[in-house]
């Protein structure tokens, strides 16, 4: 079992910053990916980035350049720096660990971009 948990959310406005962090705890085993889904009302899940163990990185096309995914693997926390905010990035965000198809999810930290 993997336990994560979220933090970072809030209010913003338009082109400010966040940064979100999610704590990994339990089982983590090398080989696994780690990442941000999100979810606005009445639009599907999307994958914002995620990154693997090794380095890998990747990134949807709507926040390239804005948004930056990292990984501390001594704390088994992934990062999520968000630069230059808009208001199409408010949603509920999700961190996940995955490995060989396990999936495990955080509880969601909301993100709101208004003036």
């Known amino acids: 079992q993997v336990q994560l948990v979220e933090s970072g959310g809030g209010l913003v406005q338009p082109g400010g910053s966040l940064r979100l962090s999610c704590a990994a705890s339990?089982?983590?085993?090398?080989?696994?990916?780690m990442g941000w889904y999100r979810q606005a009302p009445g639009k599907q899940r999307e994958l914002v980035a995620s990154?693997?163990?090794?380095?890998?990185?990747n990134y949807a096309d709507s926040v390239k350049g804005r948004f930056t995914i990292s990984r501390d693997s001594t704390k088994n926390t992934v990062y999520l720096q968000m630069d230059g905010l808009k208001a199409e990035d408010t949603a509920d965000y999700l961190c996940?660990?995955?490995?060989?198809?396990?999936?495990?999810w955080g509880q969601g930290t909301q993100v709101t971009v208004s003036s």
């Open positions: 996940y660990y995955n490995r060989l198809g396990s999936v495990y």
């Open positions: 339990g089982s983590i085993v090398s080989g696994n990916w």
């Open positions: 990154a693997s163990s090794s380095g890998i990185t």
